[in-house]
């Protein structure tokens, strides 16, 4: 796969932050990681999102299957079974995927039900049997930014000492979502380009169920 087709995009299932006071919180944790750990070579993402699962680099005709066939289903049966879900920040989480370092920030509602129940159902029903992959974490994650290096954020055991977020937020819908490059170069995709995201309106699921 090159990334110089115009029609392919990485796809994801989870949650665009709308909430303005959520949105500015985050954005001044970006502005502190850069500024105390000296980031170099960093780069951000247009929006934030509340990851639950990757769907893929994918055509968007092959999106609309997927989604068509398999996972509006799934998503129908988690929004008639589960209403809004109120949530909070945990921890900081540093990846490496031996060209840039990830720094996410990783939160749970407070019934745990994504970690327990909503992400294992998707990624089971949705993922393995397309993928015929047998490992995964289910744990949320929201991507705040990527850096090559830092003379501080050494490697993914360095520990972040900046506060986590001690306001709530909720999340009200499930949706799919596209992210595209913002530099389209030849090679293999990766997860690390900058990308801009944005919903698929027509894929998108409010939480209207009982459980709460």
Known sequence: MENNNNDKHHFFIGNIFNNYSQIRILKKIQK???????????????????????LGYLEEKIANIYMENIFNHLLTCVSNKFN???????????????????ISLKFTDENNYLNKIIIPYLYEKGIAPIYDKKKYIYQPTIDLIYYKNSNILKDKSSKI????????????????IKGTSVHVRSGTPSLHDQMIFEEVNKYNYPLNGDIH
């Not at 990681?33 to 639950?52: C, D, E, T, V």
């Not at 540093?94 to 840039?100: A, E, H, L, T, V």
């Open 161 to 176: 000492n900046i506060q986590v977020p001690i306001e709530n937020f909720e999340i009200n819908s499930l949706s799919l």
């Open 32 to 54: 502190k990681l850069k500024k105390k750990y000296y980031l170099k070579n960093y780069h951000i993402n247009n929006k934030f999102f509340g990851n639950l699962i990757y």
């Open 84 to 102: 809004k879900l109120l949530c909070n920040y945990t921890e900081y989480k540093i990846d490496f995927d031996k060209s840039y370092y990830k």
